[in-house]
Nanobody, 123 residues
Framework: QVQLVESGGGLVQAGGSLRLSCAAS????????MGWFRQASGKKREFVAA????????RYADSVKGRFTISRDNAKNTVYLQMNNLKPEDTAVYYC????????????????WGQGALVTVSS
């Protein structure tokens, strides 16, 4: 089994930047693809970004393209989400996720979820 723990959430002003980290522990075999989702208050959880095991194939939601960058360090069993030019509409709880391939992320069906990290963007 694998456990995911997010960190790096907080409050930032619009236009600022923030980097989220997700550390994986336990047996990660079979959950090579990683991703990020977010859920704003009163809204459905939505896909944000995903990265394949080799770190070269990535996918982003249209709302964050050009602003967010997903990356991973397999040696540290950690995935990151660099968020730049943050907007108030980015305010949400961000969840790290893992699955067997990148399609489990883009389809909204990862196998493992983190506990979530709150990101608040003020105007």
């Amino acid at each position: 089994q694998v456990q995911l723990v997010e960190s790096g959430g907080g409050l930032v002003q619009a236009g600022g930047s923030l980097r989220l980290s997700c550390a994986a522990s336990g047996r990660t075999f079979g959950t090579s693809a990683m991703g990020w989702f977010r859920q704003a208050s009163g809204k459905k959880r939505e896909f944000v970004a995903a990265i394949a095991w080799d770190a070269f194939v990535t996918r982003y939601a249209d709302s964050v393209k050009g602003r967010f960058t997903i990356s991973r360090d397999n040696a540290k069993n950690t995935v990151y989400l660099q968020m730049n030019n943050l907007k108030p509409e980015d305010t949400a709880v961000y969840y790290c996720a893992a699955g067997p391939n990148i399609w489990t992320m883009t389809s909204g069906n990862p196998e493992v979820w983190g506990q979530g990290a709150l990101v608040t963007v003020s105007s």
